[in-house]
Structures are given as structure tokens and as C-alpha cells.
């Protein structure tokens, strides 16, 4: 049972935060502690609730005009929609994966392409160098001239491919207006997670605007990241396309003594399942004093007061390191002793690749999307067993050589990039 001190200090640090986010933690500490479920129904009554927030305008190129074609070739035009490399700090995730797809394309092969990126009045602009030069439109849900451009291009468009199709900028009217508009449509699809799982959005116009989109993708052509995705599309009664390449690249291993870090990517995403590598660490961090749980990834002061509630030995064995850089993300994959991926679902698993290229020793786990990129069987364990997570992590540190994976027996998809722009 919980003491009413514990409990006292918990909300002093809970009252901290927004509504908001006090109702996301609370419902996804139930998931840990089920005797809390009476709590449930008077917290859901709370989800409909939308907070305003005033908004930062932020000036953005804005284009009043259609790029020039050749008139003898009026539907020449290819689209791209990169809206994922439109955020500030998104170094990782859906952004790195397609920077390392468009890496490997042909630059012959994008003389017709327009990239355009969706974006709101409170999104700041950061583009890798790839984009630099090419012609980049922004597209304004509350511009009129944004609008415009859309009926000008979707005239001389063969086809358009969505990579971020799922993002809350890309709307679901220009979704539908080109989708109807364009001859050839592709998506690429990363997971349905969302619709697994609603507490992913953060409020009810979110979640409106997903299933909207979600209804239009019968009309056009997907593409899935990884085996799982497909499987899952396919269970849902839509036809994919079949699997993009994915191709893992070796890298150089450092050599010499590790800084004894166990890392976990996520966030307070129930998902992530941070909450509960958290107490299986707390478990067995006893016998392992020297080590300590890096968990990478941007926390509140309010999420981190609240994890480290859950944490009864040393707290300076877990450690933040909120958000960092892909080079500094590097480093600590090449000095860490192992990589902990308690992910209850995934669309791929991106920190599960970069272990592997780096020959990093892993756990993960025992899920669809790992069991794509994982031979070895002793590298699962069951991510709602707190205690099977411990055992794992204790036999992990102690013969960390069984939990490498060899870079050669990995294979993801057989559709190269270059087909769907």
C-alpha cells in the first residue's frame, strides 16, 4: 500500500503541471498499478476538455505561385510532402528515417519533383541539407495563397507521395483535395499506433483529424516501414504495396572500456514503457552500484519527480539526459553496455538499428516489429513483466557478448525508395 506521506508528495509535485498532463500520467500509472483503477472514470470525464494556448506567430516563407512547367508536359510534376523534417529538433525518428532513405536516391530522378511541407503559425523551420536546394513550398492550413498553390499544382501533379501523412499538420481537406485531384497518391505508413491506442493524442481535434485521414487510404497506394506495419494494415482490409528497403550500414565500434549505461529511449508515452524498466532497474541496481539507467529523451521536471517516485535505491543511478543531438546520440550508443527497448508496440524500432549497426548488446521486447530485426531468442522478454525485464537486464550486464546481434542477418523490405517519387 501506497503511505499517505508518498502519497502527499506526489501530488505537491503533480499540482505542478497542466491538466492536461497530470490526466496522461495518472491513466498511464494505472497501467502499473491496476488498484488505481477506480480512479479511471472521474479522469476520463476530464479528456474533452481543450485548454487554450496562444499561439507564437512565427513569420514563413509563403509562395503566391506554382512552380514553371513545360506546357507540353502538363502532368510532369511529382510531389513529395516532407512535413516530418518541418520541426524544430527532429533529428530523430520519422525524420532520420526518411534522411537516410532520400540519401540514397538518384538526384537525376528528382528534375520534376515540388517538396512541400505542411505547417502552423507555431512551427519554426529546420531542413536538413539535403533540402537546402530544392524547391521547398510551405503550406498554411489558414493561408489563402497556400490554398491556391495546392489547386495549382495538384493541376499539373502525376503523382504525389505522402512521408508524414499521419502528421497533425498535414490536414485532412488537403489530403482529400490532392488525393481526389492527382492521378497517383502513395503513402508511406509507419505504424497504427494511434488507433490502438487514443491516449497518443494529445486532444480530441488530433484524434478527429487522424481517423479522417485514416478513412482516405483506401484510395491510394501504401507502403510500409516493416513486416509488423504490413501485417497490420493488411488485418485492418487494405491492400499494401509491399515493404520499403531499409538498408543498415556498419559502423565503427569504439574500443576500450564502456561507461556502464544501460540506455532506454522514449518518453511518458505508455507505449515507451519507461515506468516499468524503471522499477526493474530499481530491482537489481543493488547488485550492479557502478552502472547506472540513461533514459534519453526530452521529460518534464514533473515526469522525472514523478519516475523517480517509483525508485526506492540510489536515484543518481538514473540519469536524463533530455533532448541531445544525433552526434552525441552516437557517442552514447558507442560508450553504453547495453540497450534496453521495453516498447509495448512499435512501427520499426530506430534505437534497436542503431544498436545493431554499432554492435551495441541489446534486449528488447518480445514484440512483432523486434521479432523482424532479432534472430536470437534470448534477446526478448515479456514487456508487461516487471520481473522478466530485471532478470533480463541482470543476465544482459553479466554476458553482455550473448546479446549482440550480427549486422548480416538483418533484411528490411524489398521496394526501393526511388519507386514511390
Known amino acids: ?44 470525464s476530464f479528456q474533452n476538455i ?38 524544430v529538433g527532429n533529428t530523430r525518428g520519422i525524420g532520420n528515417y526518411l534522411s537516410k532513405l532520400f540519401s540514397k536516391v538518384d538526384t537525376s530522378s528528382l528534375k520534376f519533383v515540388v517538396f512541400i511541407a505542411f505547417k502552423n503559425h507555431d512551427n519554426s523551420t529546420m531542413l536538413p541539407k539535403y533540402f537546402l536546394e530544392r524547391s521547398i513550398y510551405y503550406i498554411d492550413a489558414e493561408c489563402n495563397s497556400c490554398l491556391t498553390l495546392i489547386q495549382q499544382l495538384s ?30 497518391s502513395n503513402i508511406i505508413v509507419y505504424d497504427l499506433i494511434p488507433k490502438k491506442n487514443l491516449l497518443n493524442f494529445s486532444n480530441i481535434s488530433n484524434m478527429k483529424k487522424y481517423f479522417a485521414k485514416y478513412r482516405l487510404l483506401k484510395a491510394t497506394n501504401l507502403y510500409a516501414i516493416s513486416g509488423s506495419t504490413k501485417a497490420a494494415l493488411e488485418a485492418e ?58 533514459l534519453v529523451g526530452y521529460y518534464s521536471n514533473a515526469a522525472k519527480f514523478f519516475i523517480l517516485k517509483f525508485f526506492k535505491s540510489d536515484t543518481h543511478s538514473v540519469f536524463f539526459t533530455g533532448e541531445i543531438s544525433d552526434l552525441e546520440i552516437h557517442h552514447l550508443f558507442q560508450n553504453a553496455e547495453l540497450l534496453v527497448a521495453p516498447s509495448t508496440l512499435e512501427g520499426l524500432g530506430l534505437p534497436l538499428i542503431k544498436a545493431i549497426e554499432l554492435g551495441t548488446p541489446f534486449i528488447c521486447a518480445d514484440i512483432d516489429a523486434y521479432r523482424e530485426l532479432v534472430a536470437n531468442k534470448e534477446s ?12 533480463k537486464i541482470q543476465s544482459a550486464i553479466e554476458s553482455p557478448d550473448k546479446y549482440i546481434t550480427n549486422i548480416e542477418s538483418v533484411r528490411i523490405g524489398t521496394i526501393d525508395f526511388s519507386v514511390v517519387i
Open 1 to 44: 500500500m501506497i503511505s499517505k506521506a508518498t502519497f502527499i508528495s506526489w501530488v505537491r509535485g503533480l499540482l505542478k503541471i497542466s491538466l492536461t498532463n497530470f490526466i496522461k500520467i495518472s491513466l498511464r500509472a494505472i497501467e502499473i498499478f491496476p488498484h488505481l483503477g477506480i480512479l479511471r472514470p472521474w479522469l476520463a
Open 50 to 87: 481543450k485548454l487554450k494556448q496562444k499561439r507564437r506567430l512565427i513569420s514563413h516563407p509563403c509562395p503566391n505561385e506554382a512552380p514553371k512547367l513545360d506546357p507540353k508536359q502538363p502532368h510532369s510534376l511529382k510531389i513529395i510532402e516532407i512535413t516530418s523534417f518541418n520541426e
Open 155 to 184: 493541376k499539373s501533379t502525376r503523382r504525389i507521395t505522402f512521408t508524414s501523412y499521419f502528421h497533425e499538420n498535414v490536414t485532412p481537406k488537403h489530403c482529400s483535395d490532392l488525393i481526389k485531384v492527382i492521378p497517383e
Open 237 to 294: 482490409g487494405f491492400h499494401v504495396k509491399g515493404v520499403l528497403k531499409y538498408k543498415l550500414i556498419k559502423s565503427e565500434t569504439m574500443l576500450g572500456k564502456k561507461d556502464k549505461s544501460l540506455l532506454v529511449f522514449g518518453g511518458m508515452s505508455p507505449r515507451k514503457n519507461v515506468l516499468r524498466t524503471v522499477i526493474a532497474w530499481d530491482a537489481v541496481q543493488r547488485e550492479f552500484p557502478s552502472h547506472k539507467l540513461t
Open 380 to 391: 526478448f522478454f515479456n514487456p508487461f513483466s516487471v520481473k522478466e525485464i530485471s532478470r
